[in-house]
């Protein structure tokens, strides 16, 4: 479908300017669904003009839902947040809005529902944020059955906040906390971005789930050792037990920034979090997944040591 109307919420977030460039590129018409309308005027220089609208819409709002998703051919959801807290809590944000989410777009007649939940969704995880990421899903499809749900790993990309985070702490710390003995697969964001296009072009791929993972899997260590060959930094990478880092969680959890861990994080760290071995994933929408080796100099490049050799990489 050719000029189609796509209801984006959370387009002004990490994973959603990549998505309204995509849409904007392909001539789609973009409605960018955020809390703060202003805030997402910089979209608009990504399509041309009219063609990318910033409206304003709170998933805790069920009025300003409906009117952000009338007339539109597709809605993507993208909202989500890693600190449950007061109106931004993981029931509210994970469950309740993607719930009225859902509903809104059947009463509307949208054709086609993309919503972004998380790798390690499970009503039995141990972690807080799993939990309700499993949770929101059941709310989507209840009201919404041909919604396709996209679960990606850690997301990495130039506004991330992991790798920019130890990329960070190298300037500042003399050391590197390996945190735990878990597995990652970090996806690149302009896959994540494809994959919803993929999935909003083919209305075969209505009802699926897709778990999107990198080509690539890290231990923690593994992945300080990326960040500093990538920064020219030596420092110390030393291993720190999960209990320990549980325990000093109940204190980070109330610093800003760079330190800051919550306990319900660390039981995130305490498992893998790869793609599980024969679940669809990013294959089965065409897409080779891009290795974070040939993205991470294209934007770890500030934190660069200014008197170490530079870590040569050709991005996509």
Not at 40 to 66: N, T
Not at 228 to 256: K, N
Not at 296 to 308: D, E, G, K, V
């Amino acid at each position: 479908m050719a000029h189609r109307l796509i209801c984006v919420f959370g387009g002004s977030g990490f994973i959603g300017r990549h998505l309204v460039r995509r849409l904007a590129a392909a001539g789609d018409r973009v409605r960018v669904a955020v809390r703060d309308p202003e805030g997402a005027l910089f979209l608009k220089p990504m399509g041309d003009v009219g063609q990318i609208v910033a409206v304003p819409a709170d998933l805790g709002h069920e009025a300003s839902v409906r009117l952000a998703v009338a007339g539109a051919d597709a809605v993507v959801n993208l909202v989500g947040t890693l600190v449950s807290r007061g109106r931004h809590s993981f029931q509210a944000l994970h469950v309740d809005g993607p719930r009225r989410l859902a509903a809104a777009a059947r009463d509307a007649g949208v054709r086609g529902l993309v919503h972004v939940s998380a790798l390690g969704a499970a009503k039995d995880s141990r972690s807080a944020y799993a939990r309700s990421k499993a949770a929101g899903e059941d709310g989507v499809r209840a009201s919404f059955p041909g919604a396709v749900v996209l679960r990606p790993a850690v997301v990495f990309g130039p506004e991330d906040d992991f790798f920019n985070r130890f990329a960070a702490l190298t300037g500042i710390s003399p050391v590197l906390p390996a945190l735990g003995a878990a597995r990652f697969q970090p996806v690149y964001v302009g896959d994540v971005a494809d994959a919803a296009m993929a999935t909003l072009a083919a209305p075969a791929h209505a009802g699926k789930t897709f778990s999107l993972g990198g080509p690539r899997l890290y231990t923690m260590r593994e992945i300080m050792e990326l960040v500093l060959a990538q920064t020219g930094r030596r420092r110390a990478v030393v291993s720190v037990p999960l209990g320990l880092v549980a325990l000093e969680s109940v204190f980070l959890q109330f610093l800003p920034g760079l330190l800051k861990l919550t306990p319900d994080q660390v039981r995130l760290l305490a498992v893998d979090n790869v793609v599980p071995p024969g679940e669809p994933g990013l294959a089965e929408l065409g897409i080779a997944p891009t290795a974070a080796e040939a993205i991470l100099p294209t934007y770890l490049s500030r934190f660069h040591n200014p008197f170490a050799p530079r870590v040569l990489g050709a991005a996509r």
